[in-house]
């Protein structure tokens, strides 16, 4: 408990002249010094709590909603990427209900010619166009693993059957490590 403070004159007062008209109910003109407020209050300790306790509930929603909030925009923009596809093909399909585009289409990838043509083929001005890929035997086999990484990949997949099968030779990793 904090007792009365040391008395302070006031500002303007008469002086202590003998005079007690003026006085105070002590017999002096002096004011209590005043109290210092408290610096530590349960209301501070009370509003720190709170507001840490909605912070750590209100994070995790947060988090929620921004990762749904993209990936909404993803799936709207994978849509807004699918209907422009949707759009080409039916595009594409008009084309293909035309005859001469049809005819077009055949002779160019086809090398038809109508009755009566004679069709030339240059060789050398387009290699990509006729040739066929040029693969050995020996180009394939060196693209599948040898028998033993194959049988224990096998295994590996009979272990984990949710995961995706391919049909494509897995790039193996260095063992220089």
């Known amino acids: 408990m904090v007792g009365p403070g040391p008395r302070i004159p006031r500002p ?8 007690d008209a003026g006085a105070a109910p002590g017999g002096s003109h002096t004011l209590a010094a005043p109290t210092p ?19 750590f509930l209100a994070a995790p929603t947060a988090k929620i909603f921004i990762d749904q909030h993209t990936q909404i925009t ?13 759009q080409q093909l039916k595009r594409e399909e008009q084309l293909w209900g035309d005859d001469s585009y049809v ?12 009755p009566g043509e004679s069709a030339y083929v240059v060789v050398g001005a387009q290699p990509d166009v006729h ?3 040029e693969s050995s035997a020996e180009q394939v086999e060196a693209g599948k693993p040898a028998w033993g990484d194959g049988l224990w990949q096998s295994v590996v997949d009979s272990a984990y059957p ?16």
Do not use: C, W
């Not at 303007?12 to 005079?19: K, V």
């Not at 005819?103 to 109508?114: D, G």
């Not at 949710?162 to 490590?177: A, F, G, R």
């Open 74 to 86: 993803e799936l709207r923009s994978s849509i807004a990427e699918e209907q422009d596809r949707q």
């Open 12 to 19: 303007g007062s008469p002086r202590d002249d003998g005079d």
């Open 131 to 133: 040739q066929g890929v």
């Open 37 to 55: 407020a408290h610096s530590f209050n349960g209301r501070l300790v009370t509003l720190i709590v709170v507001a840490t306790l909605i912070v």
């Open 103 to 114: 005819e077009q289409q055949a002779r160019e990838r086809m090398s038809y010619v109508m």
């Open 162 to 177: 949710q995961q995706d099968v391919t049909l494509e030779p897995q790039p193996q990793e260095s063992s220089d490590k």
